[in-house]
Structure formats: C-alpha cells, structure tokens
C-alpha cells in the first residue's frame, strides 16, 4: 500500500501528542529516515506532510506507533492512497506534486488498435510505449481517447524504465517521436529532458474563449496547444471552464496561465484537454514547452519555476536554450508486470 498524508488533524487518543508536537517529532523523525538505506517491499510513508519510501514496519518503530495505528489513520481518511511522482522523485516529495503514467517497453511494435485499448484499461492520462530501433528508441504516447503527438511526463516514465532496467550503462537516451528526437540524460537521480520549444503565435481574443473559461483572456497565442493569458493567479485557480465549449477552440490541449502570486513560482496555469478525453491534465510537461517560452520572454529570464494549479498540482523546472526546453524531474517505479495475450 502506497500511504499520503492529508492535512487533518491526527486523533491525540492514538498518539498523546499534540498537532505541534507531532510535527515537530515528525520533522525530527524525517531527517533521521533520509539515512536509511532502500530496500525491497517499500511502501510511501508521509511524515510531517513530507513523504519517502519506507518499510511500513520500521517506520511503526522509528515514530512508537503501532502498523495497526497506521492502518487505523488510513481508514479514518488521514492517510490516503497515491501514486508516485515522476517530477520529485522518492525520498520526499509534497503531496502536491503526484504524477503517474504507464510504460509498455516492446520487442517490436504491436498494432495500433491494441495500443489503444490497453490505454483505455489502464485510464492513466499516458501510456507509452516503446521499441529499440537502432541504437535509439521509438516511443509512442496515446491516452485512453487517442494517440497524441507529445507527452512530457511519460517520457519521464520511459527513461526511468530504461535506464534501470534496459540500459543500465547508459547516461543518455535518445527517443525518436512525432516531434523529432528527444534526449533525456541520467545525472544521478535526476533526468533532463531536452524538448522542442513551442512557438507563441498570437492570435485575437474571442467571445468563444471568454465564453468557454468564463473570463476574458488577456492575450491568446497557437501553436500545438492554444495558450490563453489570465490577468491574474487566482483566475487560473478558480476556473470553471465549460467542456463543450473548450472542445470548440482551436488546440489540442487549451492552457491558461498567468504569472504566480507566490514568490517562489514565477507563472501558474492549468492545462485542459477535452478532445483527448481528459478534462484536465494534473501536470503537463509539452505544454510547458510552450508556457516557458512565454514566460521567459516576459520576465527576461531562462530559468523557470512553473506551477501547475490542477487538483493534483505540480511544479515543473524549465530552462530555455535556443529553440529548446530543458524540464527535469526524478521518477520512481510504482508497479510492473506482464500484459498477457
């Protein structure tokens, strides 16, 4: 079982501690885990509203609680079930920051129809698949509606895959797709994503868009995705936006952004999808490749932290170089296994 932490108040009968108290010993107990060596059968553990893999039993006898107390915050909705992230990795990670897709490494390719049909079981935003050509790889992204051109998060997946299982040697890999090659290279636990940069074609704002989100764009840019500007953060945050109607505007996914409120993001947006069957993707990495482009126009920098304001959330690190986007993220495996015939 994969444990997150909801911000609840914890029950002072199961601990005798109070919330202070127990964030504090909570803090204490953190750092002491980040010493811990990894092993097998490692479940996600959140302390202190921070989270890292642990073995749930070590983790009882590090904080004095019994696996029944664990168990017992789990059934009273203080400890929730979740996904890993591909963007912070697995000591720790927010829970603000959960991102998962599926990874099919093949042999050779499969039919197109099957692809798709194992998308739509799996119901991940992503599932892609993939097959060494070469000395290369191809890689391939559908969702459960329909194949897509570009997907960032599960090329993250993919890499992972590859580098720990298939190319153990490896420092990069590169991945031919629809949108060209994409490199993705190891550095540590970290991998750097090299992605093509999107361009901010403006277009006139119109009664459609306003129509669709419920608010007037400020400015309206196409290329792939259609990129609409908000005047401010809290616009993007309380979105409502009209399904059908976004479905009526040009782009394959429709983005809104604006700059960040909070000092430490420069930009927030959020990213729906409603032709690929999603009504909103938690964290989207191609479309970044076209919100950092913007944003590094407009406030005159290269580097960027970007957060993505779905239910989920997400932060994303960008860097412009030239006509490409740098995004780095870690990722860990959740699960893995066989499709049978």
Known sequence: MTFIHKEKSIPDKMHGLSDEMHKKKAQNILESFLTLPLGDNLDFISVGGRNLILKIDEFSKLCQMTVKALRFYEKEGLLIPAFVDDWTGYRFYTTEQLRQAAVCVLDEWISDSLMQNIAKENNFSETAFTVKEGEKYHLRWFTPAAEIDFCGHATLGTAFDLFNFYEKAAEKITFKTQVGELTVEKQGELFKMNFPAYRCNKIEVTDKMEEALGVRPKEAYIDRDLLLVLENAEQVRNLKPSQEKLKKLD??????????????????????????????????????CMIAPYWCDRLGKEKLVCYQASERTGVLYAERKGERIILSGKAVLYSEGNILE
Do not use: Q, W
Not at 261 to 283: A, H, I, N, Q, T
């Open 251 to 288: 782009g394959l996914c429709i983005v809104v952004t604006a700059p960040s409120d909070k000092p430490e993001y420069d930009s927030v947006s959020r990213v729906f999808c409603p032709e690929l069957g999603l009504m909103e993707d938690p964290v989207t990495g191609s479309s970044h």
